[in-house]
């Protein structure tokens, strides 16, 4: 007879912006005549840059040819992009990568629960609160997690690491040393940022603890304070202890198109095992690559050309951010993030819960955002609105929230 996999019915309710995506959709659907705004899911809405579609269409017709079509992808991604990542992420920032550490796929939500099938099931993870839900969920499916104690929301095997007002909304270490530790910077979803001498201090301590850093840099290019880095290997020894995550989504508005990648050195290791070597083969098992078109379009984000247009379009919701971020601030609400990220997080009013708060937003506002509870337990109370949706929304959205601040 078979079995399920019975880490799955430990999981509460639907993923986290299921759940929301469906009360837009009932709300929507009781009220046809709302004009509803979403902020929740952090989808983009530009379309994609001019050079990049350019490089796709050229990347279609090659398909369309025998002398230049394309069948399976190299396991870990081709190599013309695998350079143009290696010198364009890495190298222009002094950081020595090179193309066999990089492993293309198809986004960094993937990456960011798949790495675990490398990692031991008796491994602790520790989780910024509130935290990015998938990483969660994810260690809740391969049955690391332990059990849901629905009271405070936790797990009773994961090491929550509370990110507040009082600490900037950024994790500190964690007196329980954790097996591996997840981190996001700029964090989603409060939009927090921590500087390079802090994040060296991560680096150390797992060094120290022989902790495994996931390291989610998917919002690298809202960076725009100078002494915020980049990646992690910016830090000394981060070689040893970290896997980094990035993806297109965000920075290339590839939320659609899927591209992603993922770093792990060759030092990285554990008891003399690579874990290089280890994702490799899970790679070259499990994936078969993201498409030709794909990796071309990925490329061309890295031409001068394709640079300058993503500047523009990331400058672009950076403008939505600060005219949530002033509009909210100014009617008096309390903000905070949206300066090197693409996320708002805000406290919600007259002391609702964060799910109060949505539907009081939903209903008055007919805007949607994201519960800060659906993060974790620390993010009760708060909500999170997303600078990617157009500015003409953007602004209306605003007016509209300021207008039913008490
Ligand atoms: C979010 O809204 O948190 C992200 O868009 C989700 C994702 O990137 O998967």
């Known amino acids: ?16 912006f299921s759940t929301v995506g469906r009360k ?3 709300y929507k659907s009781a009220h046809p005549d ?9 989808d983009v809405t530009q379309p994609i840059a001019p050079t990049i579609i350019k490089a796709m269409h050229a990347a279609v017709d090659e398909m369309g040819n025998a002398a230049t079509f394309h069948g399976y992808a190299p396991d870990l ?5 695998r350079k143009a990542i290696a010198d364009g992420d890495y190298k222009t920032r002094g950081v020595d990568i090179a193309i066999d550490e990089i492993f293309v796929s198809d986004g960094a939500k993937c990456d960011s629960s798949n790495i675990q099938e490398i990692l031991g099931l008796d491994n602790r993870i520790a989780v910024g609160d509130p935290v990015y839900p998938v990483y969660v969920d994810s260690n809740v499916m391969a049955g690391r997690a332990g059990d849901y104690n629905s009271t405070t929301g936790t797990w009773s095997n994961v090491i929550y690491m509370p990110c507040k007002e009082e600490n900037n909304f950024a994790p500190e270490l964690p007196k329980e040393v954790p097996d591996i530790i997840y981190l996001c910077f700029p964090n989603n979803p409060t939009g927090a940022t ?28 809202y960076i725009s304070d100078a002494d915020v880095p980049h990646t992690i290997y910016e830090c000394d ?28 050195p060759k030092e990285l290791e554990c008891d003399g095992v690579k874990l290089n070597a280890l994702w490799a083969r899970r790679h070259g098992t499990k994936y078969n690559g993201a498409p030709y078109i794909v990796q071309r379009a990925g490329e061309a984000v890295y031409s001068e050309a394709g640079k300058a247009e993503l500047k523009e379009q990331v400058a672009y919701y950076m403008k939505n951010a600060k005219v949530i971020k ?20 805000l406290k919600t009013i007259d002391g609702m819960t964060s799910w109060e708060f949505f539907d009081y937003v939903l209903e008055n506002a007919n805007v949607v955002g994201t519960p800060g509870s659906g993060f974790g337990p620390s993010g009760e109370g708060y909500f999170r609105l997303t600078a990617f949706g157009t500015y003409e929304n953007t602004v209306e959205a605003i007016e509209r929230m300021k207008k039913i601040i008490k």
């Open 326 to 345: 002033d509009g909210l601030k100014n009617a008096g609400y309390s903000v905070s993030g949206g300066v090197n990220a693409p996320y708002i997080w």
């Open 237 to 264: 020894g981060a070689k040893t202890c970290a896997i980094e995550l990035k993806s297109f989504s965000k920075n290339a508005g590839f939320t659609g198109v899927r591209l992603g990648y993922t770093v792990i």
């Open 77 to 81: 991604g081709y190599e013309f992009l």
């Open 194 to 221: 921590i500087n390079k001498t802090e994040l060296q201090k991560w680096v150390d301590y797992a060094n120290e603890h022989k902790s495994l850093i996931i390291y989610d840099a998917a919002y690298e290019a």
């Open 1 to 16: 007879m078979f079995k399920i996999n019975e880490n799955y019915l430990k999981l509460p309710g639907s993923y986290l």
């Open 34 to 42: 709302k004009k509803v705004i979403k902020l929740s899911i952090g």
């Open 24 to 26: 837009e959709r009932e």
